[in-house]
Every structure is written in C-alpha cells, then in structure tokens.
C-alpha cells in the first residue's frame, strides 16, 4: 500500500512539474528566431563596447498580440527602438509582424520597410513624389497595427520632417489608413 500510494505521488509532482513547464508560442519562437538574425547580421545597433546577450536584447523588445484578422489566432508585432546613441540621426524601429492567414503563419521579418513603401506609395497619389528619409514608430497592436511616421522632402533639416502622420494597418486591408500633416511643401 506505501508502494502504491509513493508510486501515486511520484507520478502526480511528475506530471505537476511537466505542466508548470511554460511551452513557447509560435509568436515568441518567430520573434526568438528574429532577433537572433538581427544579432548575426548587426541588424541591431547598440552603444555599448560589446553585444549584449540574446537574452538582453529580448528584453529591450517591445511586443504586441492580438487577433488583427479576427480568425481566432493570436498574431503578433514585435519591434526594436532604434537607438542612436546620443546622436540626433533620425532611424525607424526594426519590426516584425507575424499573423495567420488562411490557417498559416506569415511573417513579415522587414515590416518597418512595408509599411514605409505604403506610406510613400500613399504619398504619391497626392502628387508627392520627391521624398528623402522616411521614420516610422509603432504604437502597438489592436485591431491593426497603430503608429506614426515622418517623411523628409527636398532639403528638409535634420529632425525637421515636412511630412508627419499617423497610420493603422491590418494584413487583410488593401489600403492601410493614413492620417497626414503636411508643414511644408
């Protein structure tokens, strides 16, 4: 009977501690995957001397999750605050979107670059087209990805963007919103 009731208790913190263990989303895989290319290809600018840990710059990742598309999958947007170091350049956030789409996991490992060539793509039907720099910083997740952006036009000064707005995207949009200021022309 202690045979038994030992053998009951071993099975039972066994199988306690299996399920404490926390298994990683598909969403924190792909971001895991994401920066660790970033680190390899010196995508990620830091100021100190040496890199800092995997597991430093995960913590300097903001993120975001929500079902955007609403199927009922989470999707996820994951980004890093350009860091200048002190200077005054002016650098968009490194971002990634992840989202289902038709029961698939597509990932956008360049998604800073979509919504900027949707930006100046929007810009142009407006008849503007001699664009410079282009910054784009993101909000977060809801029912779309929320952020702002600025665009440099001609010999706009450094920090002083002719153009600036704000933008929310969803993957199943063809058209993403944009709201724009324009302060010179």
Sequence with gaps: MNKTILTFLAVGLINLSCSAQVKKSNLEI????????????????????????????????????????????????????????????????????????????????????????????????KQLSEFGAATVNFKGLGNSVIGTYSVWVGEDPNGFPSINGMFQYSPDSEYPYFETSLFAE
Excluded: H
């Design 30 to 125: 792909e971001a895991e995957k994401w920066t660790k290319e970033l680190i390899s290809e010196d995508g990620i600018n830091y100021c100190e001397e040496n890199s800092p840990s995997l597991s430093e710059f995960l913590k300097q990742m903001s993120s975001s999750e929500s079902d955007i598309n609403s199927d009922g999958i989470k999707d996820g947007l994951f980004y890093y605050r350009y860091n200048s170091c002190g200077g005054t350049a002016n650098f968009s956030d490194l971002s990634m979107l992840t989202y289902s789409e038709n029961g698939k996991l597509v990932t956008d490992k360049n998604f800073t670059q979509t919504i900027i060539k949707k930006i100046k793509s929007n810009l142009s039907k």
